[in-house]
């Protein structure tokens, strides 16, 4: 057979790598033996046919291996093998403790998922939960074990909490100062960085200021800011503005999560949004972005209300919601807003029907799962805000949402940025867990594979390529992980073998609980997850804590 070797600039890389493992592994027999894939290495680098060798966990030979052993092989021919996929944006932290098998993202390829936007898993007040930091949050899912590794950053949301509550109130500098030992002992702990979901209270309550000082906290650590930018919609462009002051001012790397237009008044303006992040980046900022592959957002329903009705928190939003002077100004606020926040009603065009409820917990409502509001409106009656009102009240002020609130051409623009990964926004459940019963998101259980399937195979916007490193060896370089996310020689065994000609997602929005087709192996950490259909139950996930030196 006729191999093609990778160019000397990745041999050289492959060799500078391997100086940092140890040569014994390198011994036969192999642990796993994958024969003939073609290799996309997640450098962007033309594929090439070889082999591979697997041991303790650890790609030890790349190469013709034809003479070879190993105590499994793996005929490969006719499927790439590539990095496992990461997930930049995951909001896994609490589902993998109740499914630790992550099936959702495994059978998607996935390999590491990046959690904590935001609202991160500590620090929590003591009796919350089990544990009190991220630290300990690490410990204990190293414990009970996981299917796929994770890392973390902390979020502002979590430690703004935890010094100051739900209160609608500024932040004064005592309380930015405690804010930022906490980020400090988090960075300490391994967090890959801070991030941000600056669109709610009560995190919409920081300053640009006082951003700048908790990234700074950050960047002493060698860490990322990851930011939910403030505004997606009308505001999107000083949103973007803010973003890339705090990196300049901070010092740090910044990662604009999920980049989009998200109010239909500016759809077809992504080159004027891109265009502020490239002249950044040419006076020498290192701002990145990452998107998913939809043209809907997923938030909560009560994000339609003004800012000022979650003062206090849950409690006090119950109280507002059944209160006729407080509805009526939530009301004349949604419709002609009287400040800058976003607005998810204005931002799908004030149509109902573009809002697709994903879960409704009272035995009254369930019905309406996977049903547009407008439905429930119509079936209701009476003005369509009351029911919004109504139905918040019975649901406990929670109702999660999908928003049909951008456009295509705008997301394949960004996508195409060379500075611009892959990240699903979505979490690891399964068709037949806890979850089965919600009516989530279709990036949950098919982003990757529909970037493979749709945006590479059929619609020719990236090469094969160009779209696996954007979901392997981009975001493992935003994070500094410096042994993952790339296929060579002393990294870490995380590897997906997936069929280029048929790899598919098949999740839609109104039958999300679907797995995709195409994917027929994920390793990680050398072991074995999927196998064809069969989840194997391994459960050889790690927590990957910060790491000092970047790549």
Known sequence: MLRRVPTALVRFALLQAAISWNPCLAQEPFDVLIR????????????????????????????????????????????????????????????????????????????????????????????????????????????????????????????????KGDAFEAADASQIKAMAMLVDEAMDEGAMGLSTSLLMPPSSLVTTAQLV??????????????????????????????????????????????????????????????????????????????????????????????????????????????????????????????????????????DWSRMLLVQLDSPANAPFVGRRFSEIAEARGGDPFDVLFDLLAEEGGSVRTVYFHHQEGDMLHALKRPYVSVGSDGAAISRNGPAAGTHPHPRWYGTFPRILGRYVREASALTLVEAVRKMTAMNAEKLGIMDR??????????????????????????????????????????????????????LPGQVIRRQRKRP
Not at 236 to 242: H, K, M, Y
């Open 36 to 163: 003939n894939g073609l290799v996309v290495d997640g450098s962007g680098n033309e594929a090439y046919q070889a082999d591979l060798g697997l041991r303790e966990g650890r790609i030890v030979r790349i190469g013709d291996l034809s003479d070879a052993a190993g105590s499994r092989s793996i005929d490969a021919n006719g499927l790439a093998v590539a990095p496992g996929f990461i997930d930049i944006h995951n909001h896994s932290d609490f589902t993998l403790l109740e499914e630790p098998r992550c099936e959702s993202m495994i059978r998607q390829g996935v390999t590491t998922m990046v959690l904590g936007e935001g609202g991160s898993a500590g620090p929590v007040p003591e009796g919350e939960r089990e544990w009190t930091t991220l630290g300990g949050y690490f410990e204990h899912v190293e414990r009970r074990g996981v299917a796929a590794n994770i890392c973390s950053y902390v979020g502002l949301t979590q430690v703004w909490r935890y010094v």
């Open 213 to 350: 000082d908790l990234a700074r906290v950050a960047a002493r650590h060698g860490g990322i800011y990851s930011t939910h930018i403030r505004d997606e919609g009308r505001g999107v462009f000083d949103a973007i503005d803010e973003a890339i002051q705090v990196g300049a001012e901070a010092g740090i790397r910044v990662d604009i999560i999920h980049l989009k237009i998200a109010d239909q008044a500016l759809w077809g303006r992504m080159a004027e949004v891109v265009g502020r992040i490239e002249a950044a980046r040419r006076r020498g900022l290192d701002i990145r972005a990452n998107v998913y592959p939809y043209t809907a957002g997923q938030n909560d329903m009560r994000a339609i209300l003004p800012p000022w009705a979650h003062d206090g928190g849950n409690a006090s939003l119950l109280e507002r919601l059944r209160g006729p002077e407080a509805r009526s100004r939530m009301k004349r606020d949604i419709r002609d807003p009287s400040q800058d926040w976003y607005n998810h009603y204005l931002a799908v065009g004030s």
């Open 485 to 538: 996310g790339f296929l060579r020689e002393g990294f870490w065994a995380d590897l997906v073998l997936f069929d280029a000609k048929t790899v598919a997602d098949r999740a839609t929005f109104s039958e999300p609980h679907r797995y995709p087709v195409g994917v027929r192996h994920v390793f990680v950490n050398g072991v074995e997850v999927l196998n064809g259909e069969r989840h194997t139950g391994a």
